[in-house]
C-alpha cells in the first residue's frame, strides 16, 4: 500500500519510507560544536526556554526558542535566522544576541499583557476611546510575544487572541541589531490596537497620530461599516 509524507513524496509501502528516511540521517550535526553549546546554556532552561537548533551548517542556522504559559495564555518565542550568512557564527555575540532578544521578549510580554487588562477595565468602566469587542474577556485573552531576528532586520511581534472569537490581532514593533527594543513602543502597540480615537500629530509617512497606528481603526471601520469622521484642528 503506497504512504505519502506531508510533502508528497510517494513510497510504495512504509518500509521504503522507512528505509529511505534512514538514508537521511547523521552522526554529527551539520552546525558543528555550535549546536552543543547552545544546548547547553542553562539560563535558557531556566528561564523556561525550549531550544531547538536546525541548519545547513555552522553559518547558516534557525534557532528558535520557546516558552509556552499555557495557564496564563501567555506563549513567548524567539526566532533567529541567518540564512544568507557567508561567516561562520561565533558563539559567544550569537548568545549575547539572543539573551537580549529573550529579555525583549520577557519585558514586552509583561507590559503587553498588563497594558490589555488595563484596556479592558476602562472598557467595562465605559470609556469609549476603545474598541470594545476585540476581546471579549480577561479569561478570554490569549497572548503571543514572538522576537524574530534575520540577517537584515529585526521586530517583536505581538499578537492578541480571543479565544472564544478565534479572532486575532497583531502589530510588531522593530528591534535593534543587538535584539532591543524600545519599551514605550509596546504600550502603543497594543493601545493602538483598542483605539477608536484619536487626537494628535499625524505622521503621513507611518500613518500614525502621536505614534498610535491609523490601520486598527480604519480596518475595523470597513469591516464594520462604520463612518470614520475626519478633522485637522
Do not use: C
Not at 21 to 29: A, D, G, P, Q, Y
Not at 126 to 134: L, M, S, V
Request: hydrophobic share 35%; aromatic share 8%.
Amino acid at each position: 500500500m503506497p504512504v505519502y509524507t506531508n510533502e508528497g513524496l510517494r513510497f510504495d509501502n512504509e518500509q521504503e519510507a522507512i528505509d529511505w528516511f534512514k538514508t537521511t540521517l547523521n552522526t554529527e550535526t551539520p552546525i558543528g560544536e555550535l549546536y552543543e553549546k547552545l544546548h547547553a546554556v542553562k539560563e535558557w532552561e531556566e528561564g523556561e526556554f525550549d531550544i531547538q537548533a536546525t541548519g545547513l551548517n555552522d553559518k547558516e542556522v534557525h534557532i528558535q526558542l520557546d516558552s509556552p504559559s499555557h495557564e496564563d495564555k501567555v506563549f513567548r518565542r524567539v526566532q533567529y535566522n541567518s540564512y544568507g550568512n557567508n561567516e561562520p557564527l561565533e558563539f559567544e555575540p550569537l548568545k549575547e544576541l539572543i539573551d537580549n532578544m529573550i529579555k525583549s521578549v520577557n519585558v514586552a510580554s509583561i507590559i503587553a499583557f498588563d497594558k490589555v487588562i488595563e484596556i479592558l477595565e476602562a472598557i467595562k468602566e465605559g470609556n469609549e476611546k476603545y474598541i470594545a469587542d476585540r476581546v471579549t474577556s480577561s479569561e478570554n485573552l490569549v497572548l503571543t510575544v514572538q522576537a524574530e531576528r534575520n540577517m537584515y532586520d529585526g521586530a517583536v511581534v505581538i499578537a492578541i487572541t480571543d479565544e472564544k472569537t478565534k479572532e486575532q490581532y497583531q502589530d510588531s514593533i522593530p528591534s535593534d541589531e543587538e535584539g532591543r527594543i524600545d519599551i514605550e513602543l509596546v504600550e502603543k502597540a497594543v493601545e493602538s490596537i483598542f483605539m477608536k480615537q484619536m487626537i494628535g500629530k499625524f505622521d503621513g509617512e507611518e500613518v500614525t497620530v502621536d505614534g498610535y497606528k491609523l490601520q486598527f481603526l480604519l480596518n475595523y471601520a470597513h469591516e464594520n461599516e462604520k463612518e470614520v469622521e475626519v478633522k485637522i484642528i
